[in-house]
Each structure stands twice: as C-alpha cells, then as structure tokens.
C-alpha cells in the first residue's frame, strides 16, 4: 500500500467518489488508480455512520485529507497543524471511527490454466489494527463487493500477521506480502531509463564469450549477471536477485536501471530485441522495452568524462593498530572500512554523538520526527539532551563492533619496495594505463597479481603483523581478512565487491597469504579497469587490510537505511538475512529473506522468504527491528552531523551479523549509493 501517512492536493475538480453503494468490477475500473501493475482503489469505512466511501483515486491522493475535509470539514491547514494526532487517530487507536485501505485487483491462473480475479484488502503498513478490527473490516468490505469477486485480507505488518494468526482463515481469507508478489513477473530493483543496444545471453558461457566486446551503450541481459559485469547502460535479470545484491549496488552507484524481467525471453522472440536498440525504463510502476527504429545518436555517458580525485594517501610509517584506536580521520592511511570500524567503537564506546539529526529534518507539513523517535525509543516527552542520551545508549546496548586490527598503507608500500620485480611490474602497468593499452592490460594484471602472491613478505612487515595477532595467528584460530582501501566508498565509485576478502584463514602462513591476495586484488583486471574509467591514479590506490577473528553467526545479512526501490521513501529501512554468516547474503549463494522495517511509525513486513522458505521467529523479527533502528541512528553520525550535517538523508550500507548468543555485531559500514 502506498499511503505514507502525508498530506497531498484536494485533486481537480471532478470527483467520482462513491458513498455507500456497493462494489461491482465496472465501478471498481471507474473510480481506480494504477500502481505497480494493478488496478487499485482507496476505501475508508466508518462505523459511526455504517457506510463506507470509494474514493476516485484521480481526486483524492490520500485517505486522512478526503475524512479531514469532506467528512470532518477541516481544513487543510488544521489538518497540517496537528497531522501526527490525526494520523493516530485513524491508524493507531484501537476505537477508531475510521477504517482506512486499499483494494487491489489481481489475477492468476488456476491448476487448469483458468484465468482467476480477486482483490486484496490491506492497510497502510502504519496501522496496528488488532484482530478483532481486522476481521470487522474484512467482513464489511466482503458484504459490500461482487460476490462473484474473492475478496482476501493482506496483513500489512508483522503486528497483523501476528492477530490474525489466531483467527480462522475460514471467517477471515487472507493472503501474505510475499505469497502475492514473490512470483511477480516483473519487479524493479533500481529505476532509471537508459537506450542502449540490448544483449540477451540466456547462458554465462554466452555471456563470457561477448564480455569482451560489451561497451558502455550496452544493456546486458541474462539469468543472473555475475558481480564482475563491465560498466554499461543497463542491466536485466531473469531469475531472482535482491536490491542488495552486489550487481544492484553496483546498478545503484552506476545510476543506471536494473529490474527482474521473468518474461523476456517472450519479449525478445516476440519483438526481436536481441541486438536490436531499446529504450529501457524502470520505475516503481512500470518496467518497459521500447525497440527503436533506428540506431539513436547516443553521447558517451557523463562518467566517461568523470575523474575522481582522490585524496593524496598518507605513507609515512604507522603502526598497526586495534580497531578501536581509530577514527574516521584515519582513512587515509589505514583505508575506509577500517576508518569507519573505528569510528563506530567511538560511537558506541563514548555514546556522546548525536544520532537523532536524521529525525530532526523537516518532513512537511511536519517540523521534525522527533515524537515519532521518542516514541520508537520508549520515552515519554524527552528534552532533547535526553532523547540524544536515550538514542545513544539504544544504540549501544543493541551492537557492538568487531575486535581486531587494521594494516595501513605503509605496510603494502614497505612489501612492494621490497621487489624489484614488483616495482617492475608496477611500472609497466602504469605505462600501459597512461597510453590506454587496453590489450595488453588485463594480461599485465594477471602477472602483476601472481607476483605480489608469490612474493615473500619482508620479515619487518611480518614481525608487525604477528606482534599485533600473537595469540590468534600462535592458537591458529579461524581469521577473517578484509580489505580496507582508499579507492572505495567514494561519491560516483563504490567499488561494491571489487577488492577480496579471504574468510577462512588459520595460523601465520595463510595469513601471509591471505594480506598478498587482498593487496593483489588492487591490481585485479576489473578494478584496475573501474578506477581507469573514472580517473582514479594507480600512483594514489593503496590497500589497508582488516584482521578480525572469526565470529561464528546463527544469522546474517546487510540492510541499508533506505527502501533502494523507492527513493522518496524516508521511514523504512531493507534488510536481508539467512541463517549463517553474511557472507552469504553478500555474495549471492543463497536468496535471502527480505524486510522492511518502519523507522518513523514502527512495524515491518516481510518482502520474501528467500531460498529457505520459512520465516524467522516473532522474537527474531522484533531484534531486527530494533537493528534497522540503529541503522537509522546511525546514519545519522555518519551521513549527518558527523559530515557537518548536511548529508543526513544520504543513506547506508551495513553488513551485520548476530552471534549464536544472538548479540549482533556490525562487520562494515558504508555509504549505500543512490
């Protein structure tokens, strides 16, 4: 449902809202809109008055303008004046007058292939409807619809899943978020528009034997796009991928469209599209392929013109330090992730950093959020000085961050002076990248990469690593070994997936061998190429790396505190999760399942069940409510008033885990590309 609670236009002048008739399919197209592909109607019943009003969607935007001004009589402004009173007066009191929801039609195809319609009933996500209300409204709306029309009742919130589950699906048919859209044939995941030559491999052999010819006019289509795609125009799936995938973090940070398309094999025999130019649009609403005529006259794209700059890396020696003797400050030279690490131990060791700068935005007709966070956080009429304290000490009573240690640059630099061969190396690749020889880079790479795995670390560099992981690296415990540069999480370059982690590492040896592969992987053929395409120096990339014990997780996943799918959503935060460590999520191994988590209002509702095809417990669904919380907290300090303030929307990437006694720790924090 699509209501966010706001106020909109009094619409134009002809209005066709209907007042206590009953609902026949004629009526139903006359008065309704159109969202996400299905015909839909607004209904507000009241229960002083035993009737209910169809409101004509054109006319009213909104379900609590149409009750305050043609209902009520109030005017727009008093409204305005106390919206948040209102709105709890229609969505949240258990007494309510008003019951307000939307009727969406839907088709499917019975086990004989018979075309069925129905309609879903369901609230805004907001509503905390009890199963008693539920039932009242679902009846009311049923006596009043063709009967002729199967009328089924959406739970809109885990709270209504919940009352609902202890009513008979006999009284009340009912169909689940998940049931009804997880099988959609078209779902957007990152809207935009693009005219490209489309390229269709139904195979990754296929794909892998045109990568090398795909340019940036391109729109790549296939199954699953695999996480080294070059930089194109476009991207299409036809199997099952999520928002957080790695290829639409990267759709994201590219700015270009990306969405599932199960039908597009029909498509492109119907229409011939394979190779041909298309005009491809993704939005909230529609996803289309428009094939063009003729060849357009395309200009290369704004990035092809872009340089990144990046800050000058600092060499001088440092130590390798802790995690948590780091700040943001020290990204230039230890690298991003490790300086964000650090950051986020200041954040939940001092809990003096203001994390409600996000609620303090204006949200017109509203000044601020700041009664919708106290209330989130169980505060009655804070001061402001408490309600920083309360977000504070949220925050750090729901997570904590890893322990271990950060490499800095000046170690990387210190191994690859060590190596003529590498400095060799280094040299040739610079050459080829000043002069654009494309042919010869990859294969320069490739060697470059095979030196620095199989050249043998200085015994200074060593020794440091070892003094700082004496117990770990001595016992042989399991290690996990990120990397940390300054070339990633930038504006224009998020560098998603690009440099390599290494997971499973026990003792000094594959230690050693696990820092040369994530310090191999700055010169990797698809990051070198990346950097090239942007303007990012060879001369100013280096390579900080995290060392970490190995936290065993019973669950796992990365949110991001936005809904990626709808920008101007402001109040709910995405998360995905599987049982085991997050890595599974990141990579893809395993569809994930799905939330979304209100922020603003409270609630969340389930968007997919993913590969396992079972949904998390109440318990387990209320704790990752209160981690989509700190998400939004968060992002306050490192979007807001940790960046002088003026970013606080901007939102972020947070890949998490919660340990087998079920605490949850924060494994990277970033900037999530819009």
């Not at 996400?36 to 229960?47: E, F, M, N, S």
């Not at 000490?393 to 271990?404: H, I, K, M, N, Q």
Request: aromatic share 6%; with cysteine; hydrophobic share 40%.
């Amino acid at each position: 449902m699509t209501d966010q609670l706001l106020t909109g236009s009094a619409g134009p002048a002809t209005d066709r809202t209907v007042v206590g008739e009953n609902l026949s399919l004629p009526l139903f197209r006359t008065l309704s809109g159109v969202l996400a592909g299905h015909p839909y109607l607004k209904v507000v019943v009241d229960r002083v008055e035993n009737t209910w009003h169809l409101l004509d969607t054109a006319a009213h935007p909104f379900h609590v303008n149409y009750i305050a001004t043609r209902v009520l009589g109030m005017e727009l402004a008093a409204l305005d004046a106390d919206l948040d009173a209102f709105n709890a007066s229609v969505y949240m009191d258990p007494e309510r007058r008003f019951l307000l929801g939307v009727l969406s039609l839907h088709t499917e195809q019975d086990p004989e292939g018979r075309e069925r319609t129905f309609l879903v009933l369901e609230t805004t996500e907001a509503d905390t409807m009890h199963g008693e209300l539920l039932a009242y409204f679902h009846q009311f709306v049923r006596a009043r619809v063709d009967g002729r029309l199967p009328v089924l009742l959406k739970p809109a919130n885990h709270g209504q899943e919940e009352e609902l589950a202890a009513i008979s699906e006999l009284l009340v048919p009912r169909i689940l978020s998940h049931e009804l859209f997880g099988s959609r044939t078209r779902t957007p995941l990152n809207p935009g528009e693009a005219t490209g030559r489309l390229r269709y491999f139904r195979t990754h052999e296929e794909y892998a034997a045109a990568e090398a010819g795909l340019g940036w006019a391109d729109i790549v289509a296939m199954p699953c796009l695999p996480d080294d795609v070059p930089r194109v125009a476009g991207f299409l799936n036809t199997a099952p991928i999520t928002p957080l995938s790695h290829t639409n973090v990267l759709a994201s940070g590219w700015g270009i469209p990306n969405a599932i398309v199960r039908d597009l094999e029909q498509l492109v025999e119907k229409d011939q599209l394979n190779g041909a130019w298309v005009r491809y649009r993704v939005r909230e609403d529609e996803i289309s392929l428009e094939r063009l005529d003729h060849e357009p006259a395309l200009q290369a794209p704004a990035w092809h013109q872009q340089r990144i700059r990046l800050e000058p890396p600092l060499l001088e020696d440092a130590p390798v330090l802790a995690l948590h003797r780091l700040r943001s400050t020290d990204r230039d030279r230890y690298g991003t992730k490790a300086a964000n690490l650090g950051e986020l131990h200041h954040v939940l060791d001092s809990r003096t950093a203001d994390l409600t700068t996000f609620y303090g935005r204006p949200r017109p007709p509203r000044e601020d959020l700041y009664g919708h966070l106290a209330a989130r956080l169980g505060l009655h009429t804070p001061s402001p000085a408490e309600l920083r304290a309360g977000a504070a000490d949220f925050v750090a009573t729901t997570v904590g961050a890893p322990e271990g240690v950060a490499l800095p640059f000046a170690l990387q630099q210190h191994f690859l002076a060590s190596s003529p061969a590498l400095q060799q190396g280094i040299g040739k690749l610079k050459m080829a990248l000043e002069l654009d020889a494309t042919d010869v880079l990859d294969s320069l790479c490739l060697q470059l990469q095979h030196l620095i795995r199989n050249t043998p670390v200085p015994e200074s560099v060593t020794r440091q690593i070892n003094q700082a992981l004496p117990a770990a690296a001595a016992s042989r415990r399991r290690l996990v070994v990120r990397s940390s540069s300054n070339a990633e999480d930038l504006p224009g370059f998020s560098a998603a997936g690009v440099y390599d982690s290494v997971t499973t590492v026990h003792g000094t040896g594959e230690l050693m061998e696990a820092v040369r592969q994530v310090w191999a992987s700055v010169v990797s053929p698809r990051s070198v190429r990346l950097r090239h395409q942007v303007g990012i120096s060879l001369d100013d990339t280096y390579m900080g790396v995290i060392i970490q014990e190995y936290v065993p997780a019973s669950l796992g996943g990365v949110l991001v505190t936005c809904n990626p799918t709808r920008r101007e959503d402001f109040r709910n935060v995405y998360l995905n999760c599987s049982p085991g460590s997050p890595e599974q999520v990141v990579d893809g191994t395993v569809m994930p399942q799905q939330y979304l988590y209100n922020t603003v209002e409270g609630g969340g509702r389930t968007v997919a069940l993913g590969s396992g095809g079972e949904a998390l417990s109440t318990v387990s669904r209320a704790r990752l409510a209160d981690l989509s919380l700190t998400g939004r907290l968060l992002q306050s300090h490192f979007s807001g008033s940790h960046s002088g303030g003026s970013e606080v929307d901007k939102p972020l990437d947070i890949e998490w885990l919660m340990t087998e006694r079920g605490d949850f720790r924060l494994v990277q924090i970033r900037p999530y590309a819009l």
